[in-house]
């Protein structure tokens, strides 16, 4: 396997960055699309894989350690959804979030060019995200009778219960918290995405993947886009079944209790976090190279 070392990862995640923000905006939200669309595919098996897994376990130990498993059967799944992104050249706004100041740096790419790379990748990863929610949600998550009386599944269940999770945050403290969950979320999401780089096989790009992604599901972080879909699809399934309302889970604090404060806190784990502080640590290598 060939193991490119980090001055050449940075190098290479500039040359990415500034490939991406030359693309045509009709080409940024197709590829956003489609990223938001399998970053929900990931989120749509991580509900499923860990449906039922915390009431198991209550049953056979504690409380705690149900929450840990729970948490174990979301991350081993949900970097499916990264793996399909990077390996199929679709656009993350998580990842951009790193690449495109990367190309900033190296390239001297403008700042007008990354956000409008932020701005419309985004919209597409929103758009594909909800498309698929509702996909889901009248889906796996739903049964339909011959009368077309609607029955939510055990699936449909947990996606609402986690989406009541996702939007639960109230008040100030709340809202920084989930900031720095965003930050710690992004933080090792751009690291997946430099590891990805480094390997020039499937293989090693699927396990330098993998690892990050699996790390920030489980330890419970934030990801702007991974909540584009898991909150929607739980709005989709009060919706098929209003007894099942929840009055957090809605349109309004899907943005105001989550997704503004997430995207701010995915912003600096990427940028900051990542971007500037390699940019910093490998500067003086990178313009050897040139």
């Known amino acids: 396997m060939v193991f490119h070392p980090p001055v050449a ?29 399998y970053i929900a595919m990931g989120g749509a098996l991580a509900t499923v894989c ?3 897994v915390m009431a198991t376990d209550v049953a056979l130990r504690s409380g705690f350690a149900s929450a840990g498993m729970a948490q174990f059967m979301l991350g081993a799944v949900f970097p499916v959804g990264l793996i399909m992104t990077i390996m199929t050249g679709a656009e993350l706004f998580t990842g951009d979030a790193m690449l495109a100041p990367m190309a900033a740096f190296v390239h001297k790419v403008s700042w007008a060019n990354v956000l409008n790379l932020w701005v419309w990748v ?12 509702y996909i889901m949600a ?38 920084w918290s989930v900031f720095l969950k965003g930050i710690g979320c992004n933080w090792l999401v751009n690291l997946a995405v430099l590891l990805g780089i480094c390997a ?4 090693g790009k699927i396990v330098g993947i993998w690892f990050p992604i699996f790390a920030f599901v489980a330890t419970g972080f934030e990801h702007s886009v991974a909540n584009m879909y898991f909150i929607p699809t739980g709005i989709f399934c009060t919706g098929i079944d209003p ?10 604090a899907m943005w105001t209790a ?17 971007g500037v502080i390699y940019w910093v640590a490998f500067k003086k290598e990178i313009a050897a190279l040139k």
Do not use: E, H
């Not at 009386?149 to 986690?162: H, K, N, V, W």
């Not at 007894?243 to 309004?252: F, H, I, P, Y």
């Open 243 to 252: 007894s099942q309302a929840v009055d957090t889970v809605n349109w309004v």
């Open 138 to 175: 009248y889906g796996p998550c739903a049964t339909f009778d011959a009368a077309g009386t609607a029955t939510l599944t055990a699936f449909g269940l947990r996606a609402i219960a986690i989406a009541k999770v996702k939007t639960s945050y109230a008040g100030g403290m709340a809202l």
């Open 200 to 203: 020039d096989d499937a293989i």
């Open 50 to 52: 860990s449906t039922g």
């Open 122 to 133: 985004y919209i597409g990863n929103l758009i594909g995200s909800i498309v698929f929610a």
């Open 258 to 274: 989550n997704l503004i404060p997430v995207t701010l806190g995915n912003i600096v784990g990427g940028l900051f976090f990542v």
């Open 9 to 37: 990862i940075v190098a290479k995640a500039g040359d990415a960055g500034k490939y991406k923000v030359g693309l045509p905006v009709w080409n940024m939200l197709v590829r956003g699309f489609m990223s938001g669309a």
